[in-house]
């Protein structure tokens, strides 16, 4: 019996034994497999972190590079030149930087240059008194977009395709948008530029007016009518002109408006929808009638009326290479009726079709905007532009002398903002508090009163430079200087010359 129970434990043993063998085989085999996966693991994983660096080194890959709207030319160089900046316009020089630590002249290795990165979709506010060379500054920059190649403005491969809104007073004695003289030459000096194509609509009521206004520009500008086929007309063309959406309080009759609107749906055209008003108005009171006509009067006043064959023969509205400009000044139409038709204009050069990239410029805009009218349809259009500028390969520049009527959240979302010459605190103050400047308001101001004519604070935090660690003066000489951007820094730059005609020049008795 003893031998039994000792070869019977024996062989469990044994049989325990070969169990934790083929055990511990398994777990081998176990582990194996798992070590495998987690390394095949590993690498799917860091595919995805390819693009992170733990050196400063930065190339034409970086989208913060590609994309940066202001580029000087030491960053230009480092960057990799023209494989991340493919098309740039140059915008003028850098005098000096500011900051908190206080006013550096700027050396950039002897280069002081700066450009305007016209590949990539940006904001921009432009705002100075007349005379401070804002309107300088927005020529500059049509040149930049427009004018294709021609070496001395930087490298244009693709002109954009520019629209230009103009409201002014009206009349015999109107001046022509200074955005007009893009379109001509400055003389034999500047060599063969080839200026953009001039295309000017104004109103129908205006238009013998307005073409005498313009006729001393020669022919290369030419002026129009604006004319919107019923096509173009949609229901957001009549939401627009009927100033739904811009107040809390919506009559009864803009209710019946709205209940036609949604039956017809997908199936609107303006002939069905003047069918159907005509059939409720019946029911309108006098003061209802009336609201409804004069709207209705005033966007029939632009319905092109020719038949359908001859407007699609027209040329384009918009195209690359050209400058379309809306000059809405006549006496009969006032600011809240122009931002009307802005906002229809507007959204048809989104929607237009140009095989390039786009440029909008809302000129002399203390005119027409006002921080009064935020909910207006031309600032919702504008906020929405700018919000998806990157998707609608769109650049926005707002010009105006006044930077107070440009409405608080557009001034938030713009990327880069050019302060050209004023001297009122209540302006520095509008404009302090949306911008980045990261300098003392008071010390800021003294230098935004005394800036020289062609001179502006350039805030451009996306913006890219060279710059190095100041906070160990001992090594300030030695270090190396590395791409960043801009950030809270100030850039004092003076704008170059033209090489398109000025025609915003003071008028002086006794000329220079």
């Not at 480092?78 to 500011?98: C, K, M, N, T, W």
């Not at 520019?162 to 000096?189: D, N, R």
């Not at 000059?327 to 122009?338: E, N, Q, T, V, Y």
């Not at 302006?427 to 230098?447: Q, R």
């Amino acid at each position: 019996i003893r031998i039994s129970e000792r070869t019977s434990g024996v062989t469990q043993k044994n049989s325990s034994s070969d169990n934790s063998a083929f055990e511990s085989e398994d777990a081998g085999d176990s582990d194996t497999s798992n070590g495998s996966t987690q390394h095949s693991d590993d690498e799917d994983e860091c595919q995805l972190l390819s693009h992170i660096r733990k050196d400063d080194h930065r190339d034409s890959s970086d989208h913060e590079l590609r994309t940066a709207p202001i580029v000087t030319r030491e960053a230009f160089i480092a960057a990799g030149g023209h494989a991340s900046f493919p098309q740039r316009g140059l915008l003028g020089s850098v005098v000096e930087i500011y900051d908190k630590s206080g006013t550096r002249t700027y050396d950039g290795g002897g280069e002081q240059r700066i450009y305007l990165n016209t590949n990539t979709p940006f904001s921009t506010l432009v705002c100075g008194v007349q005379g401070s060379g804002k309107s300088h500054t927005v020529s500059v920059m049509l040149e930049n977009m427009l004018i294709p190649a021609y070496s001395c403005i930087g490298t244009i491969r693709k002109p954009l395709a520019g629209l230009v809104l103009h409201f002014g007073e009206g009349g015999p004695y109107s001046q022509p948008c200074e955005a007009v003289w893009v379109g001509l030459t400055a003389g034999k000096s500047t060599g063969n530029v080839k200026t953009p194509r001039i295309r000017v609509f104004v109103s129908k009521s205006s238009l013998a007016t307005m073409r005498a206004v313009y006729a001393p520009l020669g022919k290369s500008v030419t002026v129009e009518p604006l004319l919107f086929s019923e096509e173009e007309l949609d229901s957001q063309a009549f939401l627009s002109m009927m100033a739904i959406g811009q107040s809390d309080h919506v009559p009864l009759y803009i209710q019946i408006v709205l209940s036609i609107l949604r039956d017809l749906g997908e199936n609107y055209s303006y002939p069905a929808f003047k069918d159907k008003l005509i059939l409720r108005k019946a029911k309108f009171n006098p003061a209802q009638l009336a609201g409804v006509e004069q709207r209705t009067a005033l966007l029939e006043a632009f319905l092109d009326k020719r038949p359908l064959g001859d407007q699609r023969a027209a040329p384009a509205r918009f195209a690359a290479g050209q400058l379309t400009i809306i000059d809405l000044s006549d006496p009969f139409i006032d600011p809240a009726s122009a931002c009307c038709f802005f906002e229809i204009i507007t959204r048809l050069f989104v929607r237009a079709r140009v095989d390039t990239g786009k440029v909008l410029v809302v000129d002399e805009a203390h005119k027409y905007l006002s921080p009064d009218r935020v909910t207006s349809g031309l600032t919702k259009e504008l906020l929405s532009l700018i919000r998806q500028q990157r998707h609608q390969a769109m650049r926005v520049i707002i010009n105006t002398q006044e930077p107070t009527v440009v409405p608080p959240v557009l001034l938030d979302l713009c990327s880069v903002a050019l302060l050209h010459r004023f001297s009122s605190p209540a302006w520095w103050e509008h404009v302090a508090k949306h911008v980045s400047a990261d300098v003392d308001t008071k010390e800021a101001f003294d230098k935004v009163v005394n800036l020289q004519t062609g001179q502006a604070i350039l805030l451009a935090p996306s913006g890219v430079g060279m710059s190095q660690d100041w906070s160990d003066q001992s090594t300030a000489d030695s270090a190396t200087r590395t791409l960043r951007q801009f950030g809270r820094k100030c850039v004092l730059i003076k704008t170059r010359l033209r090489v398109t005609r000025d025609g915003g020049a003071s008028v002086l008795v006794v000329p220079a």
